[in-house]
């Protein structure tokens, strides 16, 4: 026993000593490792096997539609609507969906090129670190993850809204906790939010085929559940509302574009389907189908949704929280309020369900690639979930719900989805025109240069509205480029299986959407953006790049698994 304490203080001092050693050498493996890349091959066979057990292949196509409806469905129209009609937007909140869902559209289409190609649940993390290296993709992969987890942490407190208005209760703080010591907007201690994130997390950890039927099951519910909001909103509503006091659009067109950027948080969740590529039968067919069949309903929704409210409430009048709830009481259906209530908290429930099973499987692969602590990486040989991930992002996710409200995490999250989606566009372009195609990379550099250039000085153009004529040419510069890097890249080799058509149209507009898109958001949101920033990029210099230069420049590369059965099942995924 003495011994053994003895020896406890020699270990850490052997530990710190190592690291003081490797802290010295940081310039040298940030050159090493900062733009490493990993081959499609590495990640579909070598980095999956850091998991241990395989994550079980149980899901169909119709599983990724319905968990890609069911994880944006409740988030958007419950959450943001409200707030955007009454101060952003006016009544053309629908169309500043209509906007948004564009560019969900355009990004899902790269998304899914990306996931037939690299049927890995990595996701953007990666897409990108196979196509720009090792900080591009832990910078996009730490990005999702606090987008997920404070979107998340949202989506719960604004179940607690929702539930207290399907029991009759219109003061949803009367179900929180109010604590005098603590700052504003931070003082209202949500349990109902706690307790559903914790319940959610054990779900998830009990397999994802369990999670996906009972996401099934909410998801048709919510889904008939809005057909009945459309339908009722239509036929009890007024044009008038639409035009008074004020016009359509009384906030201008400046307002509906700031009201897309706002809502395309409602739009987070489709990403997540890309993230269960390796529980997917047939990923190649599946995937397609999933992504881009969830964003064209859930667009299609989202914009009947918004005009349905604004039909049956003047904007001027539409309440911040539980906005539906309380336009079906003014129009003289108390009733539906209370359903409006328990629909709205089953559609919350569900899209909450998606979204952190794809933020595990974010935080899952990121833990392979050795940036955070590799025991995040285990994948539960019963369950074949990723356990520890599931539960840390739950807490994590608990946490924040408990505490954070709403409005101070919504820009924050629009700015972090927008930069991904962005990221992920330009590496599509960057990867078809040079690493398949190989083209010099100067060519595609440029181009993609010059399209966020444009896209800026675009939106600064908007911003200040003594220079409007800078509108019609930036736009007509962009279109130029992309026009003459289409016609000039004579050299264009298609991947196998799923691709974008039309390429490099729908990725650059893309590219051009989300820069345009981010441009409108507020000073704050970039402040707390830059503070992230700083500290995930801390984090790297000091964890990161040296946990992955020993892993793969020190010990070669991936350890070896006793069970070899394991790595067949690993081969399997490039057979489908």
Same mark, same amino acid.
């Given at each position: 026993m003495a011994t053994n304490v003895d020896q406890s203080p020699i270990a850490t001092n052997i530990f710190f000593t190592k690291y003081l050693q490797s802290l010295t050498q940081t310039p040298h493996r940030l050159r090493k490792r900062m733009l490493a890349t990993w081959t499609p091959d590495q990640e579909l066979n070598r980095?999956?096997?850091? =998991?241990?057990? #395989?994550?079980?292949?149980?899901?169909?196509?119709?599983?990724?539609?319905?968990?890609?409806?069911?994880?944006?469905?409740?988030?958007?129209?419950f959450v943001t609507t409200g707030p955007v009609a009454l101060q952003i937007s006016g009544p053309s909140v629908f169309i500043s969906y209509i906007i948004a869902a564009i560019s969900a559209l355009l990004s899902s289409l790269c998304y899914t090129e990306f996931s037939v190609q690299i049927p890995v649940a990595g996701g953007a993390f990666s897409y990108l670190r196979v196509t720009f290296g090792e900080f591009v993709g832990y910078f996009a992969g730490a990005n999702i993850l606090m987008e997920y987890v404070l979107s998340n942490a949202a989506?719960?407190?604004?179940?607690? #809204?929702?539930?207290?208005?399907?029991?009759?209760?219109?003061?949803?703080? =009367?179900?929180?906790?109010?604590?005098?010591?603590?700052?504003?907007?931070?003082?209202?201690?949500?349990?109902?939010?706690?307790?559903?994130?914790?319940?959610?997390?054990?779900?998830?950890?009990?397999?994802?085929?369990?999670?996906?039927?009972?996401?099934?099951?909410?998801?048709?519910?919510?889904?008939?559940?809005f057909g009945f909001i459309i339908i009722a909103g239509f036929c009890n509503g007024s044009v008038q509302n639409l035009v008074k006091p004020g016009g359509l659009a009384p906030f201008g067109v400046k307002g509906i574009v700031d009201g897309a950027a706002t809502v395309y948080f409602s739009y987070i969740g489709y990403d997540s389907v890309s993230t269960l590529a390796e529980e997917i039968q047939n990923p190649s067919k599946s995937l397609p189908l999933g992504i881009v069949g969830s964003v064209l309903i859930v667009s299609l929704l989202y914009s009947l949704m918004a005009l349905s409210l604004c039909l049956m409430v003047p904007y001027n009048k539409i309440l911040k929280d539980a906005s539906f709830s309380m336009a079906f009481r003014n129009i003289g259906w108390a009733w539906a309020s209370n359903v409006v209530g328990a629909g709205a908290s089953l559609g919350i429930v569900a899209s909450l369900l998606v979204a952190m099973l794809g933020q595990a499987r974010y935080l899952c692969v990121i833990g392979r690639a050795r940036l955070v602590p590799n025991w995040l990486a285990k994948v539960h040989p019963s369950t074949g979930t990723p356990l520890n991930a599931t539960l840390f992002l739950g807490l994590c996710t608990a946490t924040i719900a408990l505490f954070t409200e709403l409005s101070i995490?919504?820009?924050?999250?629009?700015?972090?989805?927008?930069?991904?989606? /962005?990221?992920?566009?330009?590496?599509?372009?960057?990867?078809?025109?040079?690493?398949?195609?190989?083209?010099?990379?100067?060519?595609?550099?440029?181009?993609?240069?010059?399209?966020?250039?444009?896209?800026?000085?675009?939106?600064?153009?908007?911003?200040?509205?003594?220079?409007?004529?800078?509108?019609?040419?930036?736009?007509?510069?962009?279109?130029?480029?992309?026009?003459?890097?289409?016609?000039?890249?004579?050299?264009?080799?298609?991947?196998?299986?799923? =691709?974008?058509?039309?390429?490099?149209?729908?990725?650059?507009? =893309?590219?051009?959407?989300?820069?345009?898109?981010?441009?409108?958001?507020?000073?704050?949101? /970039?402040?707390?953006?830059?503070?992230?920033?700083?500290?995930?990029?801390?984090?790297y210099v000091l964890y990161g790049v040296h946990s992955t230069y020993e892993a793969e420049e020190m010990k070669g590369g991936v350890e070896e698994v006793p069970n070899p059965?394991?790595?067949?099942?690993?081969? #399997?995924?490039?057979m489908l």
């Open positions: 980095v999956r096997l850091r =998991s241990g057990a #395989d994550m079980k292949r149980k899901l169909m196509w119709y599983d990724l539609v319905a968990l890609g409806v069911g994880g944006m469905l409740g988030v958007g129209v989506v719960a407190r604004s179940f607690t #809204d929702y539930l207290c208005h399907a029991v009759g209760e219109n003061d949803p703080n =009367s179900w929180r906790v109010e604590v005098d010591g603590l700052f504003k907007g931070y003082n209202m201690l949500d349990f109902p939010a706690v307790a559903l994130v914790l319940l959610l997390t054990l779900c998830l950890c009990h397999g994802t085929k369990e999670s996906s039927i009972l996401n099934l099951i909410m998801t048709i519910f919510h889904v008939v559940f995490v919504l820009e924050m999250i629009s700015i972090s989805t927008l930069l991904v989606f /962005y990221l992920v566009a330009n590496a599509l372009i960057y990867r078809r025109y040079v690493m398949i195609s190989n083209n010099p990379p100067s060519h595609t550099l440029l181009f993609l240069f010059l399209l966020s250039f444009f896209a800026i000085c675009f939106s600064i153009s908007l911003k200040i509205q003594q220079q409007l004529w800078g509108l019609p040419l930036f736009g007509g510069l962009m279109l130029i480029v992309t026009a003459f890097f289409h016609y000039s890249m004579s050299r264009v080799s298609h991947p196998t299986g799923w =691709s974008v058509p039309f390429m490099p149209w729908p990725a650059a507009i =893309s590219i051009f959407l989300n820069v345009f898109l981010m441009t409108t958001l507020k000073l704050l949101s /970039y402040q707390r953006f830059a503070m992230w920033t700083c500290l995930i990029t801390l984090f059965s394991v790595q067949q099942s690993k081969l #399997d995924i490039q």
